[in-house]
């Protein structure tokens, strides 16, 4: 048996796995902005605490007010991971894709609601370690797809192209 899937089974389930993460993200944050406005920092455990941030600029708060920038930049990206998509005949490689593009669609909703101007919002993050900066469910969705992209290209059998 073949792990091949169908170009059409292939984008249904970047689109599916997409759609779950940013409904799960959008309603987190949507969650985080209702109940920690104005609240100091939530011990949940051990570590871990809610705590609200609006991030106007990239991960780990660099690039703090070049948001369009980023916003075109999540398009882009977004665009170019599903027409990849129906080149490559793996699922693994439409699971990973459905993470980032769900990911990044999530933070780029943020962008374009969140704020005064097009692609002028910031991204709500919530998520606080302590010892590590504060996320969300759309950025812990783009490093597992871009985990799983990574260790798909280190360990797949692809054929060599000449």
Do not use: C
């Not at 899937?5 to 249904?12: G, K, N, T």
């Not at 100091?40 to 600029?57: A, D, E, K, M, R």
């Not at 709500?124 to 260790?151: E, K, R, T």
Request: proline share 4%; glycine share 10%; charged share 10%.
């Amino acid at each position: 048996m073949t792990d091949d899937v169908q170009p059409a089974h292939r984008l249904r389930l970047t689109m599916a796995i997409a759609l779950a993460v940013i409904v799960l993200d959008q309603l987190t944050k949507h969650w985080a902005v209702n109940v920690l406005t104005n609240e100091p920092p939530q011990h949940v455990i051990w570590t871990l605490q809610w705590n609200l941030t609006f991030n106007s600029g990239m991960a780990f708060s660099k690039g703090q007010g070049i948001g369009p920038i980023i916003g075109l930049l999540a398009v882009i990206i977004v665009v170019v991971i599903l027409l990849g998509i129906r080149k490559n005949s793996s699922p693994v490689v439409a699971i990973a894709a459905g993470f980032v593009v769900g990911g990044a669609v999530g933070n780029l909703a943020d962008r374009l609601f969140r704020g005064d101007g097009w692609l002028h919002g910031s991204v709500v993050d919530f998520i606080d370690f302590q010892w590590f900066p504060i996320f969300n469910i759309a950025d812990m969705a783009v490093n597992v797809g871009g985990v799983i992209f990574v260790l798909w290209s280190l360990f797949s059998k692809q054929e060599a192209v000449t």
